[in-house]
């Protein structure tokens, strides 16, 4: 355990001087999330009863400080609830498949009971399989679209007649090990799912990216790049306008990288969106988080982008990881959700600090600087989310989220403090 | 997000290869050494004053760890214990890769002897990062650092690094934002080395001087007075040694600097470093204070700001306008909270309350109808109904009964009770304890009874106080009821002598309008006294365009300081020599001609001879036979030609006609005197002559006067030229 707390500790540390050390991305955040709970949870001992409550409670307790390390990074806090997904469904498909027959409601010795479903429940081989490409069995889309194969075995799968209370004690330590190693499994796939997230996406590009078009981008982001850069790959010919997103200019990296891979590229500043627009067959640009109602948290500058593509009708494209997929509403969102920089982005302090002299007048600063981080784009503007699982329609997010996280863990952080 | 990984990445990743074999240290001193933020720091060490609800000391440790230091030895010395046991219940302790060491001294008296011990203990082995535990920045010290290990490698004297930051100075007060007198660097534009560090500008009246030799070893040179020191430094090791070498070097910046900058004997050197995008700034006073907390509060200090540093379950929201506000607080709905405001956990605030511009500890009880602005609450503070309170401090545990109003720049220290209604005066400091009788005069000693070692009485009752005090409590509010309105507790120091008049300079509160209207004036005196004492090139720049129209108000100045002086030549019987020295010098300030000083000198001359004893014209034609006897030589030495003679000449008239009549029925005596004395030759007489031909007649009254003595002259050439032939 005190390995882990050093991990832990280390993590919480880059969370919060993030902006500092400059590490993150929400991509990268992501994925150490993930792997920082899988030692958690392979540090974990596992009682002989309530072992899914037991990880349950070790990943909140961690959970918990990370998110409020950090309370702006929703990734973090959507990894975490999709771990504590990932080991409710373990937990009920190993209760499923030990106790035959028998319907979900006598599972008593877990809290994964509530899960979301009375609809069959998957093993972990097929979540596993089926996270790759589609998506959970509740889901209508999933319905429509042919099922893996595997997902034919729990439902019916009955693994005879042996009586419960027996089979349940003797039972108990291999199902113990096998709840954990089947959860780090899944967990192993999940880092897998983000690790190959971009690539997942960037295959959809051709789809969307055709001859000779213009697209219009802000700011920077690696999943737009890499989208771009696929479908130059296929030979598309096309041009790309790029926003450069002040006050961070990151929109001057991505022209670099981008003429570094030979695509025609034009940079403009951000006020000129309006005026270049028309021209603009498509608004591609990368997220920072995709709330439950479809509404986008993106690098601030875009919500302006997508008003201007709505005027002149013009596809408003959105790329995100599904670790982007955040099961929280916004309220408020221009404030709670955001984070307010420093104003030297701005402004240079040398040349302004004698309007920041409190010595004389009132006392009371009159010069206020404002410097979001991000955006809120409403799903209205949204014509499209492109994740890892394919295309989706705004008003559909609700469902992809309620495939990847159990209603239980929404609420993580106002929980009292778990005694660890 | 995301993308632009790369840059930064490898950046970063260069640096540690370079530090990884020896960690960064850095030495934090949780002691300032003064006495500035009194009474409060009687009762407890500055570096846990909190600054917008988080003691100061968390801000420098949050930003050594975030910058890369592995290792930071912590000096503490008054209130040693509390600083200790406050690190205890922190988190700081239990961080890995960050090493947080206590060293406790008893005895130190200054930063200098705080280091001369770190050195003793034989602790730091590599560059270290120098830093007190009331400053806060969010720099990154990567650059710095290597900035400073390359000159390093380079020049083995370059021991130093100092943190600078550009900040203008008030046009009014002169001094720094955060209330500090106004610095002055010269820094070689190039190296970056700093060449030249003065503090308190202000008094020097807008001059300056720098030795020459400055200007003669470096070919270029920057002087500066936007710069604002940071008070951080990356030092080498060698820094230690030369405090234990020069056991006398007490202060960072006063000594340790001057040795270096001014003495120059071990050739070692200071370069500076200058942070363009980044905040950095040192709690001096209770301006620095105020201003530093409403830089956090305007997140320029980011991420070192109040939602994102929270200690503990406290966090903190920030809403729209600047609004700090913890989760649990208990509004009342028809309470304002304005703008830049911080409300910390648990406090309840009463119906009609308004508050704007401040900063609100936890536990705080506000009732209703009270007006809080500009002001800074502590935590567990009782405010009833219709308080009002400007640009004061308030610390933990004070009750301000109803009614109660504190004018702007109060300061109440811990646990002081105002009584009902009591209008507390602007600027007064408020405290439990007595303020300390004995008060060194000299600044330098004052710290002495900062430490915990040698207690000054009030210190001791402090302690006893903290202890189980009801009795003594009890005692005193009897004691000082009077002194704070009924039901009060506390005294109100006075303010020592000399630092009178710099109150507000260093309070929270802003400058009042009438202070700012009576600076303004005598800056503009100042700028003329300026213009008039000198057109030194230093200075030009401030100079006002109508120099030319004080040039007459400068000839008289100069005259009067010629006076003076040559009057003080005659009664302590200074040579001659040293005379013209003293007038020469004159002459120099005043951007003076040699004809303007001959002038001036024999107005005196006449002068001087008028003073002396005389009944009759005779008597007073002797006089000035036996001035200009003994000054001729000084008369002489600014007589280089005719048209200073003439000048002479002019100026007698201008005598005789103005100033003292007397002289005038001695025109030509004088002249001829003059004249035989071979002050004056007869070319300029006649020079004279013929420049006063197309006068008025008025002007040609001395002409006329000398008219004999002007043909006899004549005449006396017409002989010489004969006899020539």
Redesign the interface.
């Known amino acids: 355990m005190p390995d882990v707390q050093?991990l832990v500790?280390?993590f919480l540390?880059k969370l919060?001087?993030g902006?500092?050390?400059?590490?993150?991305?929400?991509?990268?955040t992501a994925r150490q999330t993930a792997i920082l709970l899988r030692s958690v949870i392979s540090q974990q001992r596992i009682p002989h009863t309530h072992q899914a409550a037991a990880l349950i409670d070790a990943v909140k307790a961690v959970g918990e400080q990370l998110v409020?390390a950090?309370p702006v990074e929703l990734a973090v806090g959507n990894i975490v609830r999709r771990v504590l997904h990932i080991i409710r469904e373990e937990d009920l498909s190993l209760t499923t498949v030990a106790m035959a027959g028998l319907n979900v409601s006598p599972v008593s010795d877990d809290e994964g009971e509530t899960d979301q479903d009375d609809h069959p429940v998957l093993s972990a081989a097929a979540v596993a399989a089926a996270s790759r490409n589609t998506l959970r069995p509740p889901s209508l889309q999933t319905l429509l679209e042919d099922l893996p194969d595997s997902t034919a075995i729990p439902h019916t799968s009955s693994s005879g007649g042996d009586s419960d209370g027996k089979s349940k004690s003797a039972d108990k330590s291999t199902r113990s090990r096998k709840l954990k190693h089947d959860v780090i499994e899944a967990l192993n796939e999940l880092i897998g799912d983000i690790d190959t997230c971009h690539e997942q996406i960037a295959e959809q590009a051709v789809e969307h990216i055709h001859q000779n078009e213009v697209i219009l981008t802000l700011g920077?982001?690696?999943t737009?790049?890499e989208f771009l850069c696929a479908a130059k790959e296929k030979k598309r010919s096309f041009r790309v306008f790029i926003a450069e997103g002040a006050p961070r200019y990151?929109g001057h990296?991505?022209a670099k990288?981008l003429v570094a891979r030979g695509l025609q590229t034009t940079l403009i500043t951000d006020s000129a969106v309006f005026a270049m627009i028309s021209r603009v067959n498509m608004v591609i640009v990368?997220a920072?988080a995709v709330m439950a109602n479809g509404g986008v948290i993106a690098?601030v500058g875009l919500n302006m982008v997508a008003l201007a593509a709505q005027r002149h009708a013009v596809p408003f494209v959105v790329l995100a990881g599904s670790h982007k997929l955040c099961p929280l509403y916004p309220h408020n969102p221009e404030?709670?959700l955001n984070e307010?920089?420093?104003?030297?982005?701005l402004l240079?302090?040398?040349?302004f600090?004698?309007c920041?002299?409190?010595?004389?007048?009132?006392?009371?600063?009159l010069l206020?600087?404002v410097?979001p981080t991000f955006d809120y784009v409403p799903p209205k503007l949204v014509s499209l989310f492109i994740t890892d699982t394919g295309g989706h329609n705004p008003s559909y997010v609700y469902r992809l989220i309620a495939d990847y996280y159990s209603n239980d863990d929404l609420v993580l952080q106002r929980k009292p403090?778990p005694t660890n | 997000?995301?993308?632009?990984?790369k840059?930064?990445?490898r950046a970063?990743s260069d640096d540690p290869e370079d530090l990884a074999s020896v960690p960064l240290q850095a030495v934090l001193l949780a002691d300032s050494f003064a006495t500035r933020f009194r009474p409060i720091t009687l009762e407890r060490p500055k570096v846990l004053l909190p600054l917008v609800n988080l003691p100061m000391i968390e801000y420098t440790l949050a930003w050594l760890?975030?910058?890369g230091v592995e290792e930071v030895f912590l000096f503490c010395c008054a209130h040693a214990k509390q600083v200790i046991s406050y690190l205890e219940n922190s988190q700081w302790y239990a961080?890995?890769?960050f090493k947080v060491t206590t060293i406790e001294s008893h005895n130190s008296v200054s930063a200098g002897d705080a280091l001369r011990l770190i050195y003793e203990r034989n602790v730091i082995h590599g560059d270290f990062v120098l830093i007190s535990g009331d400053t806060l920045s969010?720099m990154?010290l990567m650059r710095a650092l290597q900035e400073h290990k390359e000159r390093k490698k380079k020049d083995s004297n370059a021991v130093m690094t100092m943190v600078i930051?550009?900040?203008?100075p008030?046009?009014?007060?002169q001094?720094s934002?955060l209330?500090t007198d106004g610095l002055f660097m010269a820094i070689d534009p190039t190296t970056k080395q700093l060449l030249y560090y003065e503090e308190n500008t202000n008094h020097l009246k807008g001059t300056l001087s720098i030795d020459k030799m400055l200007l003669v070893d470096n070919s270029s040179i920057t002087l500066r007075n936007?710069i604002?020191d940071c008070y951080i430094d990356i030092c080498s090791p060698e820094v230690l040694s030369l405090f234990t070498d020069n056991f006398d070097y007490q202060h960072l910046r006063r000594h340790f600097m001057k040795g270096l900058l001014v003495d120059d004997i071990m050739g070692y050197k200071i370069f500076t470093h200058e942070i363009?995008?980044?905040?950095a700034a040192r709690v001096d006073n209770y301006?620095g204070y105020?201003?530093i907390s409403?830089?956090i509060i305007?997140?320029?200090?980011?991420?070192l700001v109040p939602d994102?540093?929270s200690l503990g379950?406290s966090?903190t929201?920030?809403?729209?306008?600047?609004m700090y506000r913890a989760f649990e607080i208990g509004q009342s709905r028809s309470a304002q909270i304005g703008?830049?405001t911080v409300i910390g956990t648990n406090t309840t605030i009463g119906s009609n309350t308004k508050i704007?511009?401040s900063v609100v500890g936890k536990n705080c009880a506000i009732g209703s109808n009270v007006l809080i602005e500009?002001s800074y609450v502590w935590d567990n503070v009782t405010i009833e109904d219709g308080c009002e309170l400007r640009?004061a401090i308030v610390c933990d545990g004070v009750i301000m009964k109803s009614g109660s109003v504190l004018k702007p720049g109060v300061v109440l220290s811990f646990k002081v009770v105002i009584g009902q209604n009591f209008v507390v005066p602007p600027y007064s400091k408020v405290s439990l304890l007595k303020q300390p009788t004995k008060q060194d005069s000299d600044e330098e000693l004052e710290y002495a009874d900062n430490d915990s070692d040698t207690l000054d009485p009030a210190t001791r009752t402090m302690d006893k106080l903290n202890g189980d005090s009801s009795l003594e409590f009890s005692e005193m509010q009897d004691h000082v009821s009077s002194e704070l309105g009924y039901g009060g507790a506390g005294y109100i120091w006075s303010i020592c002598e000399g630092s009178h008049e710099e109150e507000w300079r260093h309070s929270v509160?802003?400058?009042p309008p009438e202070k700012?209207a009576e600076i303004t004036q005598v800056i503009e005196d100042d700028l003329e006294l300026v213009s008039q004492d000198s057109n030194a090139p230093a200075s030009s720049g401030e100079l006002k365009p109508d120099t030319q129209i004080n040039a007459e108000d400068d000839a008289v100045y100069f005259e009067k300081e010629v006076e003076a002086t040559f009057l003080r030549a005659v009664n302590e019987n200074v040579e001659v020599d040293h005379v013209i020295l003293e007038v020469n010098s004159l002459r120099l300030s005043y951007n003076m001609q040699a004809a303007d000083c001959a002038g001036a000198i024999f107005h005196s001359m006449m002068k001087l001879a008028l003073d002396a004893t005389h009944s009759s014209q005779n008597e007073l034609l002797r006089n000035v036979h036996e001035t200009v006897n003994t000054w001729q030589k000084l008369l002489k030495s600014y007589l280089p030609g005719k048209d200073e003679e003439i000048e002479v000449i002019l100026k007698f008239e201008e005598i005789c006609l103005e100033s003292v009549r007397e002289l005038s029925p001695l025109f030509t005596q004088i002249l001829h005197l003059l004249y035989e004395k071979d002050i004056i030759t007869e070319e300029a007489i006649e020079d004279w002559e013929s420049e006063k031909k197309d006068a008025d007649e008025a002007d040609r009254v001395f002409v006329k006067q000398a008219e004999i003595f002007l043909k006899w002259l004549r005449e006396a050439e017409e002989d010489d030229e004969e006899d020539d032939e």
């Open positions: 050093a500790n280390e540390f919060k001087n902006e500092i050390l400059k590490i993150e991305g929400s991509h990268a409020a950090n920077s982001s690696r737009v790049l990151q990296l991505l990288e990368g920072h690098p404030v709670l307010l920089r420093s104003p030297s982005e240079d302090f040398g040349e600090s004698d920041m002299d409190f010595g004389s007048g009132t006392g009371s600063p206020h600087v410097n403090a | 997000m995301g993308a632009p990984k840059a930064p990445a970063v760890e975030s910058a961080q890995p890769k969010n990154s930051q550009r900040s203008k008030s046009p009014i007060t001094q934002r209330g936007d604002q363009h995008s980044s905040y301006r105020d201003t409403k830089d305007q997140r320029w200090t980011y991420p994102v540093l379950n966090a929201n920030l809403e729209r306008q600047g703008p830049h704007t511009n500009g640009h509160a802003p400058i700012v």
